[in-house]
Nanobody, 119 residues
């Protein structure tokens, strides 16, 4: 399985962006998909995650501003970002925990997409 992230760009403070993470195969069985970000000089951090049962989790700094969702028919997970702030500037990565019929699940990462928020 491969993940392809897209939708990043340059936006003014207060603006919105929607990131997409398209999988090369079905995500129906994926129990966990997430969006992470890494700002320059900082560690990668979890931004939002969603389970197979659509249970969502957000880091405190994005609660009320970001929404994660998944469309199993399109094999895609989205991150709708609103009220963006300069502190949201980072490279955003999506990942998924992929189950296996035999053996332990494994983690897949997509390539990053740059989000830059200007003040």
């Amino acid at each position: 399985v491969q993940l392809q992230a897209s939708g990043g760009g340059l936006v003014q403070s207060g603006g919105s962006l929607r990131l997409s993470c398209a999988a090369s195969g079905s995500i129906l069985s994926f129990n966990y998909m997430g969006w992470y970000r890494q700002a320059p000089g900082k560690q990668r951090e979890l931004v939002a995650s969603i389970t197979g049962g659509d249970i969502t989790n957000y880091t405190d700094s994005v609660k009320g501003r970001f929404t994660i969702s998944r469309d199993n028919a399109k094999n895609t997970v989205y991150l709708q970002m609103s009220s963006l702030k300069p502190d949201d500037t980072a490279v955003y990565y999506c990942n998924a925990v992929v189950p296996r019929v035999f053996g332990s699940p494994y983690t897949v990462w997509g390539q990053g997409t740059q989000v830059t928020v200007s003040s």
